[in-house]
């Protein structure tokens, strides 16, 4: 069975020969493991079952500041803190309540499709998957501001849906270019959860946020896709919505946040998991062996019945000790000596 099926499997609630398994590294902890395993291309080893691409080529560098960049949408991300991968918006680009007041990206078709091509060819027994990042509500809020977007909920929600139906109309075109590749999913990346709750509360997300991703999530599912959505933090309580929406797995599902077994119990026929493995807690701070009976503890609850993708909860960050990255792969790698699913 390959990585692809592997992981169909764990979206259609059915158990693998072993659990699909993906991890990702924040930038100086992938220069930092490159060292410790005496190979710049230790993660080709690694054989993640998922491989993503993102519609935008990337940050450009800001002339005369070093460790800016600026986004496709002109917002200007600072790196010189230790956040070396995204950064901290410097910028305000919607100073007023006017959606049309700025341009919206253009979207180059012709060079998309041959990054498409380019990827899928390299990329032929993994799940693929097309990611829109900063999706939604994070798009608007590094247009607009964190406090002034809230506050415009409240103040000015007529200009908070006419600017979320253009990101919305944004992100649909660009569902229904990436759909007519041979990608087995599109991701939504959009933060809003906190440690507790919901940045912005249930009933202003049901305002804002739930049309535009059930419109998405729509055009996704028209296309024979699967749906994926990130969002870190407790989303607890939107868990029925968003699997009314038409949503097939949930990441990045952190099990300081959440109980897992109740998740699990209550909403796994329904919506499948990617994550689970902490980053927050666990695996900065816990000894090799304690990595590995906590990652095997959760891969044995969660993998039961399929509807698993074993994965840390985020981009593993720099203060994640190399001895921890290495038991965390000897489980994903030997699962038969650690995973009892009960089959």
């Known amino acids: 069975m390959n990585k692809r099926q592997r992981v169909i499997n764990a979206l259609n609630h059915k158990e693998s020969d072993i659990i699909p398994y993906e991890i990702g590294f924040t930038i100086p902890l992938r220069e ?3 060292k410790f395993f005496n190979d710049p ?25 070093p460790e800016h960049v600026v986004d496709m949408w002109g917002v200007i991300w600072n790196r010189s803190g230790p956040d070396k991968d995204i950064g901290v918006v410097e910028n305000i680009i919607l100073k007023g309540k006017n959606p049309t007041a700025f341009e919206y990206p253009d979207i180059d078709y012709d060079a998309l499709g041959k990054r498409f091509e380019k990827f899928l060819q390299v990329n032929d027994d993994t799940f693929n998957i097309f990611c829109i990042g900063f999706s939604l509500f994070e798009r608007a809020w590094t247009l607009r501001g964190m406090e002034a977007l809230l506050m415009d909920m409240v103040l000015s929600p007529n200009f908070v849906h006419d ?3 253009r990101i919305c109309d944004f992100n649909v075109k660009l569902v229904e270019f990436a759909s007519q590749y041979d990608f087995d999913g599109i991701y939504f990346g959009d ?7 919901l940045i912005m509360g249930p009933n202003m997300w049901r305002e804002f946020i739930k049309p535009r991703i059930k419109r998405m999530y729509g055009a996704v599912r028209s296309a024979g896709k699967y749906v994926l959505q990130h969002s870190c933090g407790d989303i607890y309580e939107i868990f029925p919505d968003v699997i009314e929406c038409g949503l097939h797995c949930y990441q990045t599902f952190q099990p300081e946040i959440y109980n897992i077994e109740e998740a699990k119990a209550l909403y796994g026929n329904d ?14 701070f816990e000894t090799p062996d304690g990595v590995i009976r906590e990652t095997s503890r959760i891969m044995n609850i969660l993998g ?10 985020h981009g593993v960050p720099y203060d994640v000790p190399e001895e921890n990255i290495k038991a965390l792969l000897d489980v994903f790698t030997n699962q038969d000596k650690y995973i009892n699913l009960a089959r």
């Open 32 to 34: 930092k493991l490159a």
């Open 41 to 65: 291309n230790f993660e080709s080893d690694i054989q993640n079952h998922i491989k993503t691409i993102g519609y935008s080529t990337g940050h450009t560098p800001l002339l005369g500041k």
């Open 163 to 165: 600017l979320m139906d």
């Open 191 to 197: 933060d809003w959860g906190q440690q507790h709750g």
């Open 271 to 284: 919506l499948s998991f990617w994550g689970a493995i902490s980053t927050q807690g666990m695996l900065p």
């Open 304 to 313: 039961k019945g399929g509807g698993y993708i074993a994965s840390p909860t």
